[in-house]
């Protein structure tokens, strides 16, 4: 069975920084699309960063200039390195992980980010 596991969030004053990662096990496919997505209390979850198998990245307007998401197709990962965080930033954010044949995604389980003083 497929696994998608995030690592690194965590709580830290306004301005501070995380890296957030996301390591897949057990897949016997090629990944495609690797993504962040985050869902605040009471808000619809959102894509907050994407990046595809050939390194093509896109971000949502909120986070651009702030946050960078990478991978590393050696070891089946995906970083999200975030900077200059804002209290608004707060959510849990969650892996997502696109088969290369597109016909199915796999969700980790969410790790939660805090921004406060």
């Known amino acids: 069975q497929v696994q998608v596991m995030e690592s690194g969030g965590g709580l830290v004053q306004p301005g501070g920084s995380l890296r957030l990662s996301c390591v897949v096990s057990k897949n016997t496919f090629n990944l495609g699309d690797m993504a962040w997505y985050r869902q605040a209390p009471g808000s619809r979850r959102e894509t907050v960063a994407v990046i595809t198998a050939r390194g093509t990245t896109s971000y949502v307007n909120s986070v651009k200039g702030r946050f960078t998401i990478s991978r590393d197709n050696a070891k089946n990962s995906v970083y999200l390195q975030m900077d200059s965080l804002k209290p608004e930033d707060t959510a849990v954010y969650y892996c997502?992980?696109?088969?290369?044949?597109?016909?199915?995604?796999?969700w980790g389980q969410g790790t939660q980010v805090t921004v406060s003083s």
């Open positions: 997502n992980v696109l088969q290369e044949d597109r016909l199915r995604d796999y």
